[in-house]
């Protein structure tokens, strides 16, 4: 099974089957059948509307105009590294869209969009409820309080930094195991 967000043509296509196996073909039955894809893969592959919609005896574009509707719903992945930036009220009058800008400039993505390699995705929320702290942004579930453009780029600097040490070590953890699998051959 592939990692959430990573999941190649034959995976979506067997975990869909499993899925709609277990789902009446009952139109009502849609923004469950939804929830449960998203829950699977992370987001709503495409591949994923068009067999829905197949199995529910809707036009495609029916089951993308209710996805699309609520906000809840992806059509593309999380990254390893989700970021949240609060644009309520809040937020918004304290710098928010100047946070949101830097966030963009940084990362080199729009809001909805993810990081070539996977590791961020960067989302406009409404209100996170730290309106005292504002403006405020959420990076896998922390919290980074009163941001601004050069806190932005503290904290991504630490999350590459952390990430770059993280594959190091799977690169060295996968390298000792080739080792191993050669001399034990040997």
């Given amino acids: 099974m592939g990692e959430r967000g990573k999941f190649d043509e034959q995976e979506i296509k067997e975990k869909l089957t499993e899925i709609l196996a277990q789902c009446e073909q009952d139109r009502s039955r849609l923004i469950p059948v939804l ?3 998203q829950e699977t893969f992370g987001y709503l592959p495409a591949e994923a509307i068009g067999a829905i919609a197949s199995h529910l005896g809707m036009a495609d574009v029916q089951v993308y105009g209710v996805a699309s509707f609520y906000n809840h719903f992806r059509f593309i992945p999380l990254g390893k590294n989700p970021i949240q930036m609060c644009l309520g009220t809040a937020c918004h009058m304290v710098g928010g ?12 993505i729009n809001v909805g969009g993810i990081t ?10 409404a209100c996170i409820g730290c309106c005292g702290l504002a403006p ?3 990076i896998s579930d922390k919290i980074y309080p009163k941001c601004t453009s050069t806190k932005v780029d503290e904290a991504l600097v630490n999350l590459k930094m952390k990430a770059d ?12 195991a080739a080792e191993q699998a050669s001399s034990l051959k040997d």
Avoid: N, W, Y
């Fill in 116 to 125: 070539e390699d996977g590791e961020f995705s960067l989302d406009r929320v």
């Fill in 136 to 138: 405020v942004m959420v």
């Fill in 35 to 37: 929830q449960q894809t």
């Fill in 97 to 108: 869209p100047l946070v949101l800008e830097a966030l963009e400039r940084a990362l080199g």
């Fill in 165 to 176: 040490e993280s594959a190091k070590m799977e690169a060295d953890a996968d390298g000792s």
